[in-house]
């Protein structure tokens, strides 16, 4: 019982420091079509202290959780861009390899 008891205490305080840790940052990207959603989500999930990414294909906004003590909203705005899209916190004028050359009427899917 008392193994069981120390091992319920570890997790929950493996939970609770994990949970103080984690911050959200929601931002618009001017991502155009599915693929554009895939590379966001699978790139920025490899950039250390990211939790989870979620692109909204609808909207336009990527929700990310992430570890505070190492990454903040510049250096993520900075990862999405290495992935080659601007965001709404973006300076519009640095220029970026764009990973889609289409513009904003672009309404087909790629094919990898």
Partial sequence: MKK???L???????????????????V????HCA??????EKELKKVEGIYSVN???????VTI???EKKQNKESIVAA??????????SDQNKK??????HGDDHQHDHHE
């Fill in 4 to 6: 069981f008891l120390v």
């Fill in 8 to 26: 319920f205490i570890l997790v929950t305080s493996s939970i609770v420091l994990f949970a103080q840790k984690s911050s959200e940052l929601k």
């Fill in 28 to 31: 618009k990207t001017f991502f």
């Fill in 35 to 40: 693929n554009g959603k895939a590379l966001i």
């Fill in 55 to 61: 692109a909204d294909l609808e909207t336009k906004v």
């Fill in 65 to 67: 959780q992430y570890d």
């Fill in 80 to 89: 999405i861009e290495k992935i080659g899209y601007y965001t709404e916190f």
């Fill in 96 to 101: 970026i390899n764009k990973a889609c050359s």
